[in-house]
């Protein structure tokens, strides 16, 4: 995991570059490995047929996403830029300048929601320490908790000061030291509590229901749900991969590691979805209901669920512990990425750009958390804050960045320049005619139909 944090290391001198390809890759995948994977993917796989949800990510990911993981660290290398900067230098062109602008803007407000849910998160955990795992399974405890506003409140301040915490200590003195430790124990639990959920009595129906397709669950909203959860996993139209790319020596294979990346990526949402959904039918026995909870899933149907175990408390702590680490170092990737476009286009110093970082998620983030309590009359296009910030940024910005990013390739820096980026040194592009072809026609029409679907769902023309 080492390599997760050389990010933040170049940041604190000078643009410099990650050690090699593993670097690269741990950095990646760590960075998109949070909740998005445990949290999200799973909940969205149960709703949405399980094995039918699966089958059309893994063919998702194999095409678009492999396309722009490809584009953005390409990008990032042949630019030594981040996104703004990169948009700038091969799109000379003020929409271009605006598609940059909506890269580094998107992590600026997916941080402030995203550390709510990590305030769930740390709640959660506490509570296994201190009350019974019974108490914490009650009907009311989930509902209770988000809509007290001071308790609410009180949780994601405690996430976002131990993400800002790490981000100002450097790496050596925080995470890191720590990380060669803790990140594989957590791999090693998360697989204990993936043998001991499809062990269960009537967990092997939730394995069926997760691996065999059943194709006549499959609709329009099946592919529409897998590409938006996608842009989530692979931290695709983020920023985040184009200044990944910005630090990747010639010497790297992008075309390998991007590979490496796919399966990481994939394999950790697979991993996190056998922890729950096997868990819930055992629990309830496929109960459409409880397959249905949606994002709330996590912190209803799971504790009911730890509560039926003998040993519900020690897996209830493991549980949680492993969905907090994920958690925070997507955190730390995200508001990173924010902080080094401060520097790169204000000139401003690491800990001016750090503060102004706060400041915005202790705005943005206090609207969602407060939103579930004192705030919950107040809601934009009928969604509570914590849902706004959730639809603007993974459903209407997040496919026009992908947009942005195929006309800057396809129309301002040239596919040649992105294949021989790619292929320097000798190395292999063994999905060029892929990516050729999904950047100049599919990619771009795939995102606007997740853009018209998002708007047509919030109108009541479809049901996402």
Known sequence: ?????????????????????????????????????????????????????????????????????????????????????????????????????????????????????????????????????????????????????????????????????????????????????????????????????????????????????????????????AMGQMFYSLSIAMGILITFGSYVKKEVSIDESTRQVEFFDTAIAILASLMIIPAVFAFSGGDPEHLNKGPSLMFITMPKIFASMGVGRLIGILFFALVLFAAVTSAIALTESAVSTFSDEFKWSRKKGTVIMAFIMLVLGSLSSLGNGPLAGVTILKMQFLDFFDFITNSVMMPIAAFATCILITKFAGIERIEEEVEQDGHPFKRKKTFSFMIKFLCPVFVIVILISAILNVFGIIQM
């Open 1 to 225: 995991m080492r390599g997760f944090f050389v990010i933040l290391e170049v940041v604190l001198k000078k643009r410099s570059s990650f050690s090699g390809k593993v670097g690269f890759v741990l950095s990646a995948a760590g960075a998109s490995v949070g909740l998005g994977n445990i949290w999200r993917f799973p909940y969205l796989c149960a709703k949405f047929g399980g094995g039918i949800f699966l089958l059309v990510y893994v063919i998702l990911a194999l095409t678009f996403g492999y396309t722009m993981i490809m584009a953005e660290t390409a990008i990032g290398r042949a630019t030594k830029k981040s996104p703004v900067g990169a948009f700038e230098a091969l799109g000379h062109n003020k929409l271009m300048d605006i598609g940059g602008w909506i890269n580094a803007i998107i992590p600026m407000l997916i941080v402030p929601y995203y550390s709510v849910i990590g305030g769930w998160v740390c709640k959660y955990l506490f509570e296994y320490f201190v009350k019974s795992p019974a108490e914490i399974a009650g009907d009311d405890f989930f509902v209770n908790f988000i809509s007290n506003g001071v308790s609410a409140e009180f949780w994601f301040i405690v996430f976002s000061v131990l993400v800002l915490g790490v981000i100002f200590m450097g790496v050596r003195n925080g995470i890191e030291r720590v990380s060669k430790i803790v990140m594989p124990i957590l791999v090693v639990l998360a697989v204990i509590i993936c043998a001991y959920s499809v062990t269960r009595p009537g967990a092997i129906e939730g394995v069926k229901y997760l691996f065999i397709p059943n194709f006549a669950q499959f609709s329009l909203m099946t592919v529409v749900t």
